[in-house]
């Protein structure tokens, strides 16, 4: 009795520990890897471990910016079993990550993690937790390499929560500015983002341009914020970074 009394406060209790085959994975693709289940000192039933996959998002508190874990993902990787005292259990998995993932790309972009998460009964919930880099999938490669050669410079890749994004309930804003010299030396920054499409499969490109400040009228309109354009681009999936190219230069004019 003392032995469960103790393990439900995580004493003695058992223990999970993910081990990844890869600490990067691709958006769209597999993460592979298994969990490690260690019994404590008594038996315990497990209702269920879970995958959580996170990332650090930023949220606006009074007027300030702060960053926050973001649960934005997670699957079950198995039901119940029972883990007996010493017991030790291996439950492989594969998980295909979602292509609206947050991308570990550009620079201010956001920490992401992997947190296994076993409810046991009579324990404290363990927790594994595990960094995790997602790399873009093809889609992804395409509109950053049209915009590259468009003349852009990826400068951020945030992850801010965003109710325009409600498969994960973030969005991640890639900014990019015109590199010295380029055509584009009119916009003083353009974004783009992907969303959940809005045909129902697939992906839509938001696209948004910020116009650069060059008279009085131009002034006012960044002063009142008129100045940012949006463009929403349905994606079909396939499409090549030259495709790409013209569909953006079309808007960033």
Same mark, same amino acid.
């Given at each position: 009795?003392f032995?469960?009394?103790?393990?439900?406060v995580?004493?003695?209790?058992?223990?999970?520990?993910?081990?990844?085959?890869?600490?990067?994975?691709?958006?769209?693709?597999?993460?592979?890897?298994?969990?490690?289940?260690?019994?404590?000192?008594?038996?315990?039933?497990?209702?269920a471990?879970?995958?959580?996959?996170a990332s650090e998002?930023i949220?606006?508190?009074?007027?300030?910016?702060?960053?926050i874990?973001?649960?934005?993902?997670?699957?079950?990787?198995c039901?119940?079993?029972?883990?007996?005292?010493?017991d030790?259990?291996?439950? /492989?998995?594969?998980?295909?990550?979602?292509?609206?993932? /947050?991308?570990?790309v550009?620079?201010?972009h956001?920490?992401?993690?992997v947190?296994?998460?076993?409810?046991?009964?009579?324990?404290l919930?363990?927790?594994?937790?595990?960094?995790?880099?997602?790399?873009p999938?093809?889609?992804?490669r395409?509109?950053?390499?049209?915009m590259?050669?468009?003349?852009?410079?990826?400068?951020?890749?945030?992850l801010?929560?965003?109710?325009?994004?409600?498969?994960?309930?973030?969005?991640?804003?890639?900014?990019?500015k015109?590199?010295?010299?380029?055509?584009?030396?009119?916009l003083?920054?353009?974004?783009?983002?992907f969303?959940?499409s809005?045909r129902?499969a697939?992906?839509?490109?938001?696209?948004?341009?910020?116009?650069?400040?060059?008279?009085?009228?131009?002034?006012?309109?960044?002063?009142?914020?008129?100045d940012?354009?949006?463009?929403r681009?349905?994606?079909?999936?396939?499409?090549?970074?030259?495709?790409?190219?013209?569909?953006?230069e079309?808007?960033?004019?």
């Open positions: 009795m032995d469960k009394l103790m393990a439900a995580g004493i003695g209790s058992a223990r999970v520990d993910t081990l990844l085959e890869s600490d990067a994975a691709e958006a769209g693709g597999l993460l592979k890897g298994e969990v490690l289940i260690k019994g404590g000192e008594v038996s315990q039933d497990l209702d471990l879970v995958l959580d996959l998002a949220k606006e508190v009074d007027d300030k910016r702060v960053r874990g973001h649960p934005w993902a997670s699957v079950e990787v039901g119940a079993m029972s883990i007996g005292p010493g030790t259990r291996r439950v /492989p998995f594969e998980v295909t990550l979602p292509l609206l993932s /947050p991308l570990s550009g620079r201010s956001p920490k992401t993690w947190a296994t998460r076993a409810d046991i009964a009579m324990a919930d363990p927790r594994d937790k595990d960094p995790l880099r997602i790399l999938g093809p889609v992804h395409a509109a950053f390499e049209a590259e050669r468009l003349g852009f410079v990826m400068t951020g890749a945030p801010e929560l965003s109710r325009r994004n409600p498969a994960t309930g973030c969005l991640q804003e890639f900014e990019f015109p590199a010295p010299g380029s055509r584009f030396g009119h003083d920054e353009a974004e783009i983002a969303l959940p809005s129902g697939g992906l839509d490109l938001l696209v948004q341009r910020d116009t650069r400040a060059t008279g009085l009228g131009s002034l006012l309109s960044e002063m009142a914020g008129t940012e354009r949006f463009y681009l349905p994606l079909g999936g396939h499409e090549t970074a030259e495709e790409l190219r013209r569909q953006l079309s808007v960033l004019n």
